[in-house]
């Protein structure tokens, strides 16, 4: 694998998630509470945050096989198979994000690095490959 490849992956997933806790923070911000120095409190902001991780995260993968970080590497989710992926494969994926980012992504660059597929967890358990577009 290309050490590129490596570069351009962590670097998609830094832009979604600095765009995720950006949304979110400006949201909270917006819309939440304030209750001390930075800290608010938000009614049922457990519900938004899966929302807007489901919105920013999975129904573009979905209906586009990218994210917005990983569109503008020019790079791709499809499933094993080299097809479009499901939603379902999408939010599996995801659901092991943070486990591939602890600590500071080391699961995720390794499990990349070092598996045939070059697959994170999130690839493993959603069947799933990140390819480069053409």
Not at 11 to 37: C, M, N, P, Q, R
Request: proline share 2%; with cysteine; charged share 20%.
């Amino acid at each position: 694998m290309p050490k590129y490849f490596l570069i351009k992956r962590i670097t998609a997933g830094l832009i979604d998630y600095t765009i995720w806790f950006g949304l979110f923070w400006s949201s909270l911000s917006l819309f939440g509470e304030k209750t001390g120095v930075r800290t608010y409190e938000f009614d049922y902001g457990w519900i938004f945050f899966i929302g807007l991780w489901i919105i920013v995260m999975i129904i573009p993968e979905t209906l586009f096989q990218s994210t917005i970080g990983n569109l503008l590497l020019k790079l791709k989710v499809v499933n094993e198979n080299g097809g479009k992926i499901k939603f379902s494969q999408s939010l599996l994926r995801h659901c092991a994000d943070m486990i591939d980012m602890w600590p500071l992504g080391l699961v995720g660059i390794l499990t990349i690095k070092y598996s045939k597929k070059h697959q994170r967890l999130g690839d493993m358990i959603g069947k799933t490959i990140v390819i480069e577009r053409n």
